[in-house]
């Protein structure tokens, strides 16, 4: 029954190194989103996306591209990994409000360390 | 820009108390969500409130939703340590730019039950 999986439970990555998170979904959401969870801080939104090869930022953008070629997959890129960007970094899927209650799907995590 | 706040931030109680969490928000809008988190784990959803004074009872928790005082409540009756976990509330803000939706989060309420 899994709805929204994550590339990795666990990464470790050094610093100045190219990172991909990847996130896939199999419920034909339109809207993606990435969200990274720090102790103190909550959720912030990273980057989201409504449709493919579609992205706009979040609260923290900076640090983080994104790509969507395809509907189902939407991935978090770090291109050149630094030590503040260790964290806990969650995908999420919803389908747009008008389809009635949108409820939001949320990926397992990827726990991201980098050294 | 929506801020939602939570508190309290740190929640500890014992086993057999009531207690609430409260969560205020900056700006309209229709749904709040509350999640809970396991520690290492990923969000759970535990209540989507949809409308001004919804109320939902799941088990010794109780959610409410008071739109024009932009605040919504969860409510712990007798508790027991099994709910120790971080509770999440989160509002629903319009992205104008594809009519779509994105979720931004509290801070989240730590919360530890002592037998």
């Known amino acids: 029954d899994v709805k929204v999986t994550q590339s990795s439970r666990y990464l470790v990555k050094r610093t100045g190194e190219k990172v991909f998170l990847e996130c896939v979904q199999d419920?034909?959401?339109?809207?993606m989103f990435w969200y990274r969870q720090d102790p103190g801080l909550g959720l912030r939104l990273i980057y989201f996306?409504?449709?493919?090869?579609?992205?706009e930022k979040g609260d923290i953008p900076e640090g983080y591209s994104v790509s969507r070629e395809k509907k189902e997959r939407f991935s978090l890129i770090l291109e050149s990994a630094s030590t503040n960007q260790t964290s806990m970094y969650l995908c999420?899927?919803?389908?747009?409000?008008?389809?009635?209650?949108?409820?939001?799907?949320f990926g397992p995590g990827t726990r991201l360390t980098v050294l | 820009e929506l801020k939602v706040e939570q508190n309290p931030l740190f929640l500890s109680m014992q086993e057999g108390k009531n207690y609430t969490i409260y969560c205020n928000y900056s700006t309209t809008s229709d749904r709040l969500y509350w999640y809970r988190q396991d520690p290492g784990k990923s969000l759970e959803s535990l209540f989507v409130?949809?409308?001004?004074?919804a109320v939902k009872q799941e088990g010794r928790l109780m959610a409410s939703l008071d739109t024009k005082a932009r605040l919504s409540t969860l409510h712990i009756t007798a508790a027991v340590h099994d709910l120790s976990a971080t509770y999440f509330c989160a509002v629903d803000s319009a992205y104008s730019g594809a009519g779509s939706y994105q979720l931004t989060f509290g801070k989240g309420t730590k919360l530890s039950v002592i037998p």
């Open positions: 996306s409504y449709d493919v090869k579609m992205k």
């Open positions: 419920m034909d959401h339109e809207n």
């Open positions: 999420a899927s919803n389908s747009p409000a008008t389809s009635g209650r949108p409820k939001y799907q």
């Open positions: 409130l949809l409308s001004n004074g």
